[in-house]
């Protein structure tokens, strides 16, 4: 189970040269005519390890026992040609010819699909941009960054500032006293008040005799 982001991208294979194909081209098909067909085998070995298919590991096993049978056949025939019937020749000679030509066209063929396939080597290697994510990945990747948005916006505590021992004590405000004319107004209000209750009493006390 893969996890979210994007996919794994797979290695490819990277294309030799053309001139270098061509000449392992060359090499192998005169080996294989020059050896009338005993070495044909070595361009199916070839073929089989570069595409890595199994039908082509099928047949490298079938080229192998086709050419162990035309080599005990070539054994068990005798050395003098004269005594070789016209059958036996003609037989191992259509062998031959099978074995080359099935080897020769199958191998060229399948090589130069198989690197068709890949393309043309590019003469200079362009950036991998990692693919976008599916849209049920983005479905799950939405909560997720939800979650962890609130967590990366929290406010950090407020550390308390301690005090610095060598700044003076700011002393708060003395208030104003208040001004010296209410006072005055007050002890004159006071003074009448007083000299109204004496006129008041005085005037009692006549009416009164």
Not at 126 to 133: E, N
Not at 159 to 167: D, E, L, R, V
């Amino acid at each position: 189970m893969h996890g979210y982001g994007p996919m794994p991208q797979q290695p490819t294979t990277s294309r030799p040269s053309p001139a270098t194909l061509t000449t392992v081209r060359v090499i192998l098909v005169a080996l294989t005519v020059l050896s009338c067909g005993l070495l044909g085998w070595a361009p199916m070995l070839r073929l089989a390890i570069v595409t890595r298919r199994p039908r082509d590991w099928f047949l490298l096993v079938v080229v192998l026992a086709l050419t162990i049978g035309l080599f005990a056949f070539i054994m068990a025939t005798p050395d003098d040609p004269d005594q070789m019937s016209d059958a036996a020749a003609l037989f191992m000679m259509l062998w031959i010819l099978g074995l080359l030509a099935g080897v020769i066209t199958y191998y060229l063929y399948a090589e130069i699909r198989h690197y068709n396939t890949l393309g043309a080597p590019a003469p200079y290697s362009t950036p991998v941009h990692p693919a976008p994510p599916l849209p049920y990945q983005q479905q799950h990747l939405a909560p997720h960054q939800q979650h962890q948005q609130p967590q990366q916006h929290q406010p950090q505590p407020q550390q308390h500032q301690q005090p610095n021992p060598y700044t003076a004590p700011t002393t708060p405000p003395t208030p104003t006293p208040a001004p010296r004319r209410l006072d005055q107004v007050r002890a004159e209000l006071d003074e009448l008040s007083d000299y109204l209750r004496k006129e008041n009493n005085d005037s009692r006390d006549g009416e009164g005799r």
